[in-house]
């Protein structure tokens, strides 16, 4: 059990931006295709945050050409080299799966004025 907590201290980033889900997030991952590497933007709402330690994930959804995309961003990923919030969202859920099933101005989130 000693090495184990152990493990997850050294790993985990410190400098973690807060954010909460209904924020608008732009997240730059490292992307490797061979023996390159670039650095992609991915742009949407957050619409869940798992808070597990090292294990900590959250998902981003966006539109892309009329077509819902999800991903799902382990928080403390070397891979992960910059996020930042583009816009604050006011939700009363933490979990905002209902914006699957909506579409257009329907699918919009209040802004948080705070």
């Not at 090292?54 to 891979?79: A, N």
């Not at 910059?82 to 579409?103: A, C, D, P, Q």
């Amino acid at each position: 059990m000693d090495r184990l907590s152990a493990i997850t201290s050294d790993l985990m980033k410190k400098d973690m931006v807060n954010f909460k889900p209904g924020d608008t997030l732009k997240v730059h991952s490292l992307i490797k295709e061979g023996d390159k590497q670039r650095i992609q933007a991915f742009q949407g709402v957050c619409i869940a945050k798992k808070n597990a330690g090292i294990s900590s994930t959250f998902t981003v959804r966006k539109i892309s050409s009329g077509i819902g995309v999800e991903r799902i961003f382990p928080s403390h990923s070397p891979l992960i080299s910059k996020i930042e919030v583009i816009n604050k969202g006011k939700v009363r859920r933490s979990k905002i799966y209902y914006l699957k099933k909506l579409f257009g101005k329907a699918a919009r989130i209040k802004r948080d004025e705070q």
